[in-house]
């Protein structure tokens, strides 16, 4: 396909049919990325509309934007298959990837970070350069504040099955409530929205506890109001914590209790980490981690037996 005048035009001809039988493209910028870049990151998000988003994509621009570079911003709506395509589309034209929040498989991250620059964000895939926020500390310490408010037992509202942040976070629970001896269940999956938060909630009064951990703040959000309406009141017969402390969390009455992470750092850290790992490919893989705090607000209170 590079060089079609090293063999005969019948034999050119045949493979120009069959590539485009195959869908097979020759990607000539692929060579021109090898020689000079394109000063071009590509950074992918599960959810565009998803504010925990705002804050790395703001620090990871930022910092790209400094460095020289621009950032591409791809969405995948949560869809692996949606976040493969866009790697395949443009691996071969940028300097290197971001994968926010994949969900894509840690074998499969592994593999592509043989043939692309890549860091992953929001996650630790072993072996591959990752930023992520202490999660379980963050966890632990809202199980702990729980603890001494009196609270023995609490509901995790879970987010996607497929991601890693969600499941690090459900550990955390379980090994603070074993430490402490509290009684923890896992509802869902749910969407990690408002209206995932909200169907939890329904879930969630066919058997209160005291208490509840979202795994993030949309679904900690959407509880909150569908507990309200259900005769519940917050934070009287039931304590809520988020997780990511977006801006929205401060909006709603009262102002929601949750585990904030520095995400502008985050993003930050993203790009200085892939850049790094740019320059020097055959470096050791390692991870950053971030550190997690619990931000209290007016969600969470005393124990008081459910009704």
């Not at 929040?101 to 890549?118: G, N, Q, V």
Request: glycine residues 8%; aromatic residues 4%.
């Amino acid at each position: 396909m590079s060089k079609p005048d090293r063999v005969s035009f019948r034999t050119a001809e045949h493979v120009r049919k069959v590539a485009e039988h195959l869908g097979y493209r020759a990607e000539a910028t692929g060579r021109i990325i090898a020689d000079s870049g394109t000063r071009m990151l590509a950074m992918v998000v599960a959810d565009i509309t998803n504010p925990v988003f705002y804050g790395m994509i703001r620090g990871a621009e930022r910092t790209a934007a400094h460095a020289g570079y621009t950032l591409l911003l791809l969405e995948t709506q949560e869809s692996q298959r949606a976040e493969r395509i866009h790697l395949e589309r443009v691996r071969t034209t940028v300097d290197g990837l971001i994968l926010t929040s994949s969900r894509m498989s840690d074998s499969s991250i592994r593999a592509l970070a043989k043939t692309s620059p890549l860091v992953v964000l929001n996650r630790i895939v072993a072996q591959v350069p990752s930023v992520a926020g202490d999660n379980v500390r963050g966890v632990k310490r809202a199980v702990e504040h729980l603890a001494e408010r009196g609270h023995a037992t609490l509901c995790y509202l879970s987010g996607p099955e497929a991601s890693w942040a969600d499941a690090v976070r459900w550990r955390g629970v379980l090994e603070a409530c074993h430490e402490l001896g509290i009684k923890a269940r896992r509802l869902g999956p749910f969407p990690p929205t408002i209206s995932g938060g909200a169907a939890a909630g329904e879930v969630w009064t066919a058997a209160p506890t005291t208490a509840v951990i979202a795994y993030n703040d949309l679904l900690a959000i959407g509880f909150v109001r569908a507990a309200t309406a259900s005769g519940h009141a917050v934070p009287r017969d039931v304590s809520v914590i988020g997780f990511d402390n977006i801006r929205d969390g401060q909006l709603i009455q009262p102002a929601l209790t949750t585990i904030s992470v520095p995400l502008a750092s985050l993003g930050s850290a993203a790009v200085n980490h892939l850049l790094k790992t740019r320059a020097l490919p055959a470096a050791p893989t390692s991870s950053v981690v971030l550190p997690a705090r619990l931000v209290l607000r007016g969600t969470t209170g005393s124990a008081r037996s459910p009704h």
